[in-house]
Nanobody
């Protein structure tokens, strides 16, 4: 069982930056592939980024070059550094975890994930 708690959301002006954190409880965090998703009002939840057990990160095209995802297994945490934010990035951001058999595995489909955080609101004003 894994519990996930996001933090770091808030209100920022367009062009600004935020850093989201997701802290995981439970054992064997290093065995989990992790993901960030977001959901804007009236829209479906969408993939933002994912990191494999060995730390390789992958990104949605909409955030590539602006967002950086990382993990710190010693702190049971993942991070999402978000730069050059624009109003289209406004959403509730969720972290998710899935136990992965292989170090290189990462997951883009939200249905693949077993555990979810409660979400943190990010609002970007124009």
């Amino acid at each position: 069982q894994v519990q996930l708690v996001e933090s770091g959301g808030g209100l920022v002006q367009a062009g600004g930056s935020l850093r989201l954190s997701c802290a995981a409880s439970g054992r064997s965090f290093s065995n989990y592939a992790m993901g960030w998703f977001r959901q804007a009002p009236g829209k479906e939840r969408e993939f933002v980024a994912a990191v494999s057990r060995n730390g390789n990160a992958n990104y949605a095209d909409s955030v590539k070059g602006r967002f950086t995802m990382s993990r710190d297994n010693a702190k049971n945490s993942i991070y999402l550094q978000m730069n050059s934010l624009n109003p289209e990035d406004t959403a509730v951001y969720y972290c998710a975890a899935k136990q992965a058999a292989y170090g290189n595995d990462w997951y883009q489909n939200s249905n693949s994930y077993d555990y979810w955080g409660q979400g943190t609101q990010v609002t970007v004003s124009s």
